[in-house]
């Protein structure tokens, strides 16, 4: 699994037709995202990191990392590697227009991880469960909107690379 991610991203998953991203490729997901914009939802989110305890959240996106990049080569997680054996997890909590606008703005310039409106925190395993049910995609395909679990398993493969490889997410 590269990325997963649930609520405003399960929604905007849930718009988009394969006609529509063959139609309009990476902009696809900016379309689906207009789309289900009046109907934002603010997920009552409980995330337990590894063995700890649920925490409580109110949650508009989870994202879930190997990588660093979905939708097209769009950066959720700059600095996360496949190779570490920890996931990146990214909240974006539920905020007004306004706030949530910035973080999108943020986004696309690639620094919205230290956006007030931005929990990151990395886990080798992570459960999630929320009310109204969140649905989740991995990899821009719907998988479920009932509670959900992810883990890594360290080095369960082993995977050639080029010259230009770059572990530490610096290079593209």
Not at 79 to 90: P, Q, R, Y
Request: glycine share 12%.
């Amino acid at each position: 699994m590269n990325v997963a991610a649930g609520g405003f991203s399960g929604q905007v998953d849930e718009a988009l037709t394969d006609e529509m991203k063959a139609a309009w490729g990476p902009l696809a997901y900016v379309r689906g995202a207009m789309k289900v914009l009046p109907d934002l939802t603010g997920y009552e989110t409980t995330i337990a990191w590894d063995d700890q305890e649920f925490e409580r959240v109110e949650a508009l996106n989870v994202i879930v990392a190997n990588g660093r990049t979905c939708a097209g080569g769009m950066k959720v997680a700059a600095g996360a590697s496949m190779e570490d054996g920890l996931l990146d997890v990214v909240i974006v909590r539920y905020a007004s227009l306004l706030d949530l606008a910035a973080v999108a703005a943020r986004l696309v310039t690639g620094s919205y991880l230290d956006s007030a409106e931005v929990m990151h925190r990395r886990a080798s395993r992570v459960r999630i469960a929320a009310r109204p049910g969140m649905w989740f995609n991995v990899d821009g395909e719907l998988l479920s909107n009932a509670p959900i679990s992810f883990s890594v398993e360290h080095r369960a493969l082993s995977v050639l690379v080029g010259p230009g490889y770059d572990a530490g997410g610096e290079g593209t």
